[in-house]
Each structure stands twice: as C-alpha cells, then as structure tokens.
C-alpha cells in the first residue's frame, strides 16, 4: 500500500495538488527534507498525476539495480514521464535503434571520430568566443558553451557542413521545450483526456518539419548510397546518419525516421552535455590558482607526450576528477533515475512498494552526504584521483563514466546513460582546450548562482564569463 510509505508534503487527496504544485518550484528541498527524515527507508513526494517513491540507500539502490526491465522498467516510467505517445512518438521506444547506435557504432568508433570532434572544438571556440590576448572579453556563458557543444556533437552526428547551420541549435531548444511542455501539461490533464488534447497539440509547429528541411536531402542522398553500395561504401562517412541507416529496419529507412532519432539523441545529449560543462566552467572560473597550475601542467605533458588524440584524453586523470567533482556538487538532474514497478516489490528490508509506481532515487542527497563522501559540501577538484599527488593515476571505479550507488549522474544500472563515454570525451577535450589556451575568471569572483526548475538544477543561464587568450 502506497499509503504505508512516508509522506513529504500533505497527504490527504485534495491537499496533495498543494504538495505537488509545491514540488515544482521546491523539488529540492522536498526531496532534501525527505531523505533527512527517512534516510535508510524510503518515501514519496506528489507529482500533479502521481506519487514518487524515493529511495534512498545503498543496499536498496543495488536491490533495484539489479531487477530485469520486466519487474522494474525504465521505458514505461520514460513513456509516463515524457508521454511519449504524444511527443516522441511509440516507435521509438519499440525499435530505440538510435540508443543502439550511441551504444555500439558510436562508443567503439570514439578514438576514430576523434580528430573531428577535437577539429571542430577548436573551431567553434575560436567562433564563438572573440577573446584576444592581453585583454579580457565578457561571454554569456551558458549560450556560448550551448554553441560549442552543439557543434562538437553533431560534428559526429550528422558532419561537418549541417553541424555548423545556424539553425540547428534553435531547432535541437525548441524540439527540447515542445517535448517537455507538452508533457508537463498533459500530466495535469486525466488520462482519459489525453488523446483529445494530445490531437490539439499536434498541431504545434513541428521541430521534425524544420529539422527535415534542414537534413533532408543530406538523408536522402546519404539512403541512395547506402541502397546502391551498402553499407562499406567509401561514400558513408563516419557518423551518426550513416549508422542510423545502416542498424535500422527496413521500415525505419526513411529520411523522417532518420530525422527523428537526431533529433532525439541531440534531446538526450545538447542540454545535459552543455549544462553540465557550464556548471564545470563556473567552477574553473572561481578555483583558486594551484587548481589551474595543476590542470594545465597535467594537459601541457600529456598532449606534449601524445598528442591530441581519445587515448590522450583518458590520461587526464586530474581533468577527468575536476568533472566528476563537479558533476557530484552541481548534477543537473535531481533524479536522474526513475523506473515504474511492473510487479508488486518487496525489498529485503520489508519494504513493499506497489505496482506501477514510479521509484526514484535520492541522487543529489546521496551526493552531498558525509556518509559518502568527506567535506560533501565542499568543491575538492581532485578529490578522484587516487592517491594525488604522487600516484596521479585514476583508478577505473572513480572514473567520470563509472557510475555506483553513490555515483549517479548518468544514472545506473542496465538503462544507465550510453552516451556518457560520448560525453565525457567531449567534455575533457573541451575542458582541456579551454584550459590551456585561456584564462578565465568571473567579474567579482563569485561562482554565478545555479537555477532551479523543477527537477533540473541549470547553472546560471544570463551570467558572464571573462575570456582572455594564453601567450601560445
Ligand atoms: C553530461 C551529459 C549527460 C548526462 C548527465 C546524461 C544523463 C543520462 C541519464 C541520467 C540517463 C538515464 C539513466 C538511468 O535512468 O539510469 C540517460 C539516458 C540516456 N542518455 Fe544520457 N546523459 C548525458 C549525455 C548523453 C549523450 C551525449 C548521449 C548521446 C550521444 C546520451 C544518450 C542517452 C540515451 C540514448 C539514453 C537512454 C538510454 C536507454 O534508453 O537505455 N546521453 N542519460
């Protein structure tokens, strides 16, 4: 019985819409104030359609981490979450071939793609960020960190003439806020009513229209190839359309399925990429100076020794700690883990969670525990790296894309993030680009305060970072 877990906010039916409007604006410290009472059980927090059970230990989470699709599902708690029905459309749960493609072609392929990845880094910077030596430039932030993600990834998403279309930011934002508005309103609506209200929001100006027009062609010569030479054609290049078409159905090999996965994986990549690498960049521009000098005297040896290359990138262990560290204090997502019982649940504390329920768990709590981790609060850039400074060498369980049960961010599990290799290659070369050739700071020294929605922790959207070129 739900009514048996702990409650956050009031309990009652009616007044449980007070709890859950509440939750929109004070996700945090809902969640906050549950684990503080109930750490070691668990309890539940209102959505508008919904109750949210939140675990929050250890022992439980490795329970959950183990249970198959069919008892606990990550899928089902996605289609209520994001309505799929209405937004992604269900065929791209029946057949995810582009989460096959992020976790096969992509992930094997990274040292390959690399030069192109860090090409375009090096590019887009230099675009986007008008800095000169001798002389401070302000830069908004978040929007120019957008930019520079943008183009990175979909360097290897769809090449290198659609990444740098103007358009394609704009396209990936709005496709990002139709799908979540939409979701968000019809969750205020029954049930019953979905299909009614989900014909009336069809006709919102479709992100899919804008983004064949933009890809179209490119697909569609890009199928005429692939249908005339197959798949070893010298005429496929290495990135994402090409795998697409090459894993997909006979019945997907169309330029508007194709379409739809980029936007798709662009909606699981753009903003957790660029939000979290904002987040991190906040945290460079206010680390005092030794934090830099080791930084950089750890980028400087390594590309010296090897050159800018993927194999390079995973011997920047101090780099790798300072993203991790900053992942941990500053996660976007406050839970990131949610799945949907399938099946009544009993854990083996006694707990019974009933089914269809939607469980999550207490990630930004567990990271800001002392239990976890020493001086949790505090910001330690190396706090990874094991046995610093003399070792120097990271060990492979306190890796950025290792997740635990107290290490969550790119969530855990079987359905944990595939493209956190992806990302976490992006961020380094980023990271170590921005590292060695600028110096930055914020105007007074403050780290800019991180904005909150709901569940998502963004770091500040208006504030201004200085840039200033490094002598080469
Ligand atoms: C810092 C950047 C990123 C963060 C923080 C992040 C976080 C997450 C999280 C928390 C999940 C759910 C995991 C779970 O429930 O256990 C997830 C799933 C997913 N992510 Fe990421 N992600 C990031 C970047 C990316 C990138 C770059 C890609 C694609 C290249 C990607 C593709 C996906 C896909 C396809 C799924 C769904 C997996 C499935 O259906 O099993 N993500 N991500």
């Known amino acids: 019985e739900l009514s048996s877990i702990p409650t ?30 109930f750490k070691g059980g668990v309890y539940k927090v209102p959505m508008v359609d919904r109750w949210v059970v939140v675990v929050t230990d250890p022992d439980s989470i490795d329970e959950l981490r183990k249970k198959t699709e069919e008892e606990l599902s990550f899928d089902q708690a996605t289609k209520d979450l994001l309505r799929v029905e209405y937004t992604f459309g269900n065929e791209v749960q029946l057949n995810p071939y582009h989460a096959m493609v992020v976790r096969n072609q992509l992930t094997r392929r ?49 090449g290198e003439d659609l990444c740098r279309e103007p358009e394609l930011a704009d396209i990936q934002a709005n496709f990002a806020l139709q799908v979540v508005m939409r979701a968000t309103l019809m969750n205020f609506f029954p049930k019953i009513l979905h299909p009614i209200i989900g014909r009336l929001l069809t006709n919102a100006p479709s992100s899919l229209q804008r983004c064949m ?14 249908a005339r030479d197959g798949p070893e054609s010298a005429e496929m290049p290495d990135d994402v359309i090409s795998w697409l078409i090459e894993v997909s159905k006979e019945e997907d090999r169309n330029a508007r399925s194709v379409c739809l996965r980029i936007l798709i994986l662009n909606f699981a990549s753009l903003h957790t990429s660029s939000q979290t690498f904002t987040h991190a960049l906040y945290h460079l521009a206010v680390a005092d100076p030794n934090t830099l000098t080791l930084l ?36 976007t997502s406050i839970l990131p883990v949610v799945r949907k019982t399938m099946k009544t649940m009993t854990l083996s504390n006694g707990i019974v969670i009933p089914t269809h329920t939607h469980v999550a768990i207490a990630t930004i709590p567990i990271h800001r525990d002392e239990q976890y981790y020493e001086n949790a609060d505090s910001f330690q850039p190396f706090r990874f790296v094991k046995s610093w400074p003399e070792g120097d060498e990271g060990s492979l369980s306190q890796q950025l894309v290792s997740t635990s049960s107290c290490y969550m961010a790119f969530g855990h599990g079987q359905r944990a993030c595939p493209g956190r290799f992806f990302a976490s290659l992006i961020m380094k070369t980023m990271m170590a680009h921005l590292v060695l050739h600028y110096d930055v700071k914020v105007e007074d020294g403050i780290r800019p305060p991180d904005q909150w929605m709901m569940m998502n922790c963004s770091p500040n959207r208006t504030a201004k970072v200085l840039f200033r070129k490094r002598q080469a």
């Open 213 to 226: 027009t933009l890809l179209g062609s490119v697909v569609e010569e890009r199928l005429r190839i692939f």
């Open 296 to 331: 950089r005297e750890e980028i400087q040896t390594v590309t010296d020794a090897e050159g800018w290359t993927k194999s390079a990138m995973s011997n920047l262990w101090r780099l790798d700690s300072f993203l991790k560290e900053s992942q941990r204090v500053s996660g």
């Open 110 to 158: 990274l040292a390959d793609i690399f030069p192109a990845m860090h090409e375009e880094i090096v590019l887009a910077f230099n675009d986007v960020i008008p800095a000169q030596q001798n002389e401070w430039v302000a830069v908004t932030a978040y929007e120019a960190m957008m930019l520079i993600t943008c183009r990175a990834s979909n360097r290897i998403f769809i």
């Open 8 to 37: 956050v906010g009031p309990r009652g039916y009616f007044s449980s819409y007070y709890g859950a409007v509440r939750f929109i604006g004070h996700a945090r410290e809902m969640i906050q104030e549950g684990y503080e009472k």
